[in-house]
């Protein structure tokens, strides 16, 4: 199986920070990875899909890079609404695989 | 608005079986790729499986150290996927989500997902 990394697990900011997430692939995925935003008691939702397009209705704020098996989301000035926990995802091959998740909260 | 509305979890004994259902509205059900992903508690996301639509065969696909403790079936009659679990463990504690697949067949994310249902499993 491919194993996701993410680090870091806890960031702590502020609004108006730019904020930067890496994710690691164990083998190469090409660019076969996504970026979801989960809130606890809600559904997780899709920002970013092969690894910089972003999905229909996501902020421009949220970007996405990366290829082969290092991946950045970047956020480039943190809102109130994006407090939340954020999960990569590849899905180059079975069984698709989740970073553990990287929990963005209020410093 | 896609809406997808997950139920049939609570508290179940060692050893016992369940069926979780996925509700779907807001988009053409019989044509979508569904999935389901569990998160047990402290721990990360994990893809448990997949069934693809029935026009494009409607075959399943698992997570091979799942495979065997779960069964994905669909009732497009319905707009409803089905997750089975048997042989119910400790381990299988955790949230299951239902989700719809971006698009049919290829590298595909999980374009929308539910809020999930948590299964509890304990003597």
């Known amino acids: 199986d491919i194993q996701m990394t993410q680090s870091p697990s806890t960031l702590s900011a502020s609004v108006g920070d730019r904020v930067t997430i890496t994710c690691r692939a164990s083998q190469s995925i090409s660019s076969w990875l996504a970026w979801y935003q989960k809130k606890p008691g809600k559904a997780p939702n899709l920002l970013i899909y092969k690894a910089s397009t972003l999905q229909g209705g996501v902020p421009s704020r949220f970007s996405g890079s990366g290829s082969g098996t290092e991946f950045t989301l970047t956020i480039s000035s943190l809102q109130p609404d994006d407090f939340a926990t954020y999960n990569c995802q590849q899905y180059s091959s079975f069984p698709w695989t989740f970073g553990q998740g990287t929990k963005v909260e209020i410093k | 608005e896609v809406h997808l509305v997950e139920s049939g979890g609570g508290l179940l004994k060692p050893g016992g079986s369940l069926r979780l259902s996925c509700a779907a509205s807001?988009?053409?059900?019989?044509?979508?790729?569904m999935s389901w992903v569990r998160q047990a508690p402290e721990k990360g996301l994990e893809w448990v499986g997949r069934?693809?639509?029935?026009?494009?065969?409607?075959?399943?696909d698992y997570a091979a150290p799942l495979k065997g403790k779960f069964t994905i079936s669909r009732d497009d009659s319905k707009n409803t996927v089905y997750l089975e679990i048997n042989s119910l463990e400790t381990e299988d504690t955790a949230v299951y989500f239902c989700?719809?697949?971006?698009?049919?067949?290829?590298?595909?994310?999980?374009?929308?997902w539910g809020q999930g249902t948590l299964v509890t499993v304990s003597s």
């Open positions: 989700a719809k697949e971006l698009q049919r067949a290829g590298p595909t994310p999980l374009e929308y």
């Open positions: 069934i693809h639509a029935k026009v494009d065969g409607g075959s399943v």
């Open positions: 807001g988009f053409t059900f019989s044509n979508a790729w």
